[in-house]
């Protein structure tokens, strides 16, 4: 059995995901803002010289950017939560098989692109700050910084193992067994994933051809789990990308505007189009040729744009 068809092993009738799409989306999106919105309240209501913030920035700036992050990714957790909930009790699915087509979920493969993207991604940003300092500037404060270190190393994993359940595992495997084939539901999440980004400042600044990027991205993480049978790849690959980036850069025209190590001065709308474009198709494509030699993956066709069958009933049980 491969990835999508793990869903089988649970109950897959179209109304449960329905159902469990909307508990997931209230859990995140309304119960899992609470908590911001009433420190912003309490905020504003102190202190009549504050006005409350309409985005992210004035957020940031209104509770601290520490504070603000922690209460941002709290919204995630809540999230993820939605995720296990709805997969247990409306799907009787177990949390191995909405995570990997394996016996038992392989953390090997999770530390091993966690380390290596960790590496790249370093990096490249260490490279770009050798070659053009003017357009950084230090921005170490060490007790913020430590501070910052244990929110993104407790809640960052679990910010984006909530949006690698909820697109590459949950609505993945949903979608397979609703439409019956992996290309649609590769193509769905994708662009779902990058539509989920669209009222981030970076799109505001960079213009919607950043939208290339993040659907790019979605697109590179459905393809190495539905080739790898298993989410842990995603996971790690995500996990690192949003923890060292939280770690290493900040600016203020990002999502994560953090007390970092650096801080990005450099004028946005100067990006060019390789900057945006060259991890999309040559960096991306690189990392698919490592962890394709690495985990012997064939039948790139079958794999990706193949038929979903159910299984033989003998092959599956539904859990109690």
């Known amino acids: 059995m491969d990835y999508i068809q793990q869903a089988y092993k649970g109950l897959h009738d179209l109304w449960r995901y329905i159902l469990g799409v909307v508990i997931i989306f209230f859990a995140w999106q309304l119960i899992g803002m609470i908590p911001l919105v009433i420190t912003l309240a309490i905020k ?14 004035q957020m940031s700036n209104v509770l601290g950017s520490n504070l603000f992050l922690f209460l941002m990714l709290l919204s995630f957790v809540f999230g993820l939560l939605g995720v296990f909930i709805s997969s247990k009790v409306l ?16 953390w090997k493969r999770f530390w091993f692109i966690f380390i290596l993207w960790g590496m790249v991604s370093s990096s490249m940003v260490l490279l770009d700050y050798y070659m053009s300092p003017e357009d950084y500037q230090i921005n170490f404060n060490l007790q913020p910084f430590l ?4 929110i993104t190393i407790l809640m960052i994993p679990l910010q984006t193992s909530f949006e690698e359940y909820f697109f590459r595992g949950y609505l993945m495997q949903g979608l397979g067994v609703i439409f019956k084939n992996k290309w649609l539901p590769l193509l769905i ?43 842990e ?10 923890l060292f980036t939280a ?3 900040t600016a203020d025209w990002t999502a994560f505007q953090t007390h970092s190590i650096l801080k990005d001065l450099s004028d946005p709308s100067e990006m060019g189009l390789a900057e945006i474009f060259v ?34 009933k003998e092959d599956y049980k539904i859990l109690d």
Do not use: C
């Open 247 to 249: 770690l290493l850069v």
């Open 147 to 150: 501070i910052l270190a244990a």
């Open 189 to 231: 999440t994708s662009v779902g994933f990058g539509l989920m980004h669209i009222a981030n400042p970076e799109v505001d600044k960079l213009g919607y051809v950043i939208m290339v990027y993040y659907i790019g991205t979605g697109l590179f993480l459905g393809v190495i789990t539905l080739m790898d049978d298993g989410l």
């Open 44 to 57: 504003v209501l102190g202190d009549s010289a504050v006005n409350m913030p309409t985005d992210i920035t």
């Open 233 to 242: 790849l995603a996971l790690g690959f995500h996990a690192a990308n949003n």
């Open 91 to 106: 799907h009787k699915q177990s949390l191995t098989s909405l995570t990997t087509a394996r016996n038992k979920i392989d």
């Open 279 to 312: 991890p999309v198709f040559i960096v991306f494509p690189i990392l698919l040729f490592i962890l394709a030699k690495k985990y012997n993956w064939s039948n790139w066709k079958d794999k990706l744009l193949g038929e979903v069958v159910a299984p033989p």
